[in-house]
């Protein structure tokens, strides 16, 4: 027996209960998601479910119907969890997602990784932070900058309302001293202080502002001695021993770089004694083995590493005199350009492969004899 009304419909089972059951703005038939006892009770939940739909059209809100499955709240994950997700979820250079879980397992997941991520708090981060590598302040910010990167993208995805890494400054580094650079006449006496293989990656650093992935990626082909220029196409890095040659680390970074006269016959010599003459033989090779290009397995001689142009670098500096790391070479290129060359900031970031005029700001250091030059260069007062 099923009763009609004005709203719903009622309905007595078998049993002696009471169903109910009535039409809702979407158009379906829903039912109450038990049955009743009496047909008072039945009757009070239909009126319940109308009052509910005049008010959300009323107030232009959203209707919910009742039977509608309630969802479950998905569990909070863990920092560690998240972390996994976060890395996952980026297309990041092999040395980068390297770097990010180094710093992750070292220093981020230990203290946080088993908490949920609306339990890691600014309490607890100053904590961590207060203990953190007290004499490697390098390392300490970049591990600063990737929980407090994480724990960004958890607020992003709604996961927690703030995040809880809010120390001022925490994740920058300060900057090494101002250095009076040497001249070039110094920089030419280190460049001879390498072995003779060497000594064109050191002059193609401090005159045309290549990295040392850079320098090291270079190929034959790249060389155009109709310009003349380098072609930057390429990068090296080196990830848990495996020496990968990949893009360069930007868009930015991949250029073509004029020579100077002087530049592209000291090219020349080194083609001639150190390279072989396949187009695609390295300017600077390792010793032969595996190397891998672009995620793909290749074999046959691989470019020289980091650790071996360091180690070469560090001798030669020492017996020049000089204080200086390898990368030190592109910031006297930028200082170069810049305040010898008259290049504007635009013109060395393309130099230098660098579209970040904040970035060719810092590079730009003091050369030691500027500020006798500066002096001379400022008139006289008085009459002449």
Known sequence: MAARRDFGSLRKLPSGRWQAQFTGID????????????KASAEAWLRKQQRAMDRAMEDGEAWEPPDLPKAEPAPMPTFGEFVGLFLAGRQLRPRTEQDYRRLAARHLL????????????????????????????????????????????AVRLQLIPVS???????????????IDLPGP?????????????????????????????????????DVDFGGPSIKVARGVTQVNGAI?????????SARTVPMP?????RVAEHLDGHVCGRSDAWLFPGPSGEWQEAGQGR??????????????WVRARGLAGLDLRFHD????????????????EHEAGQMLGQDDPGVIRRYVERTKDRPRAIVEAMPRPGVA
């Open 110 to 153: 230990p203290t946080f990784g088993h908490l949920p991520l609306d339990e890691v708090t600014p309490a607890r981060v100053a904590a961590w932070h207060a203990r953190l590598l007290p004499g490697r302040p390098t390392e300490r910010a970049h591990a600063y900058s990737l929980g407090r990167t994480v724990m960004v993208e």
């Open 185 to 221: 006449v110094e920089v030419g006496l280190a460049a001879e202080m390498m072995p003779e293989r060497l000594r064109l990656a050191v002059l193609l650093a401090a005159s045309l502002g290549l990295r040392s992935g850079e320098v090291r990626a270079l190929r034959r082909h």
């Open 164 to 178: 809880p890494f809010t120390i001022r400054g925490a994740g920058r580094t300060r900057r090494r001293p101002v």
């Open 329 to 344: 070479l592109r910031h006297w290129a930028a200082t170069m350009a810049i305040i010898e060359g008259g290049a504007s």
């Open 27 to 38: 158009g379906r038939r829903h039912k109450a998601p038990g049955t009743f006892t009496d």
């Open 261 to 265: 006269g002087w530049l592209a016959e």
């Open 299 to 312: 074999s046959g001689p691989r470019p020289l590493s980091q650790t071996a142009l360091n180690r070469a």
């Open 244 to 252: 990968i040659v990949g893009p360069p680390k930007t868009a930015a």
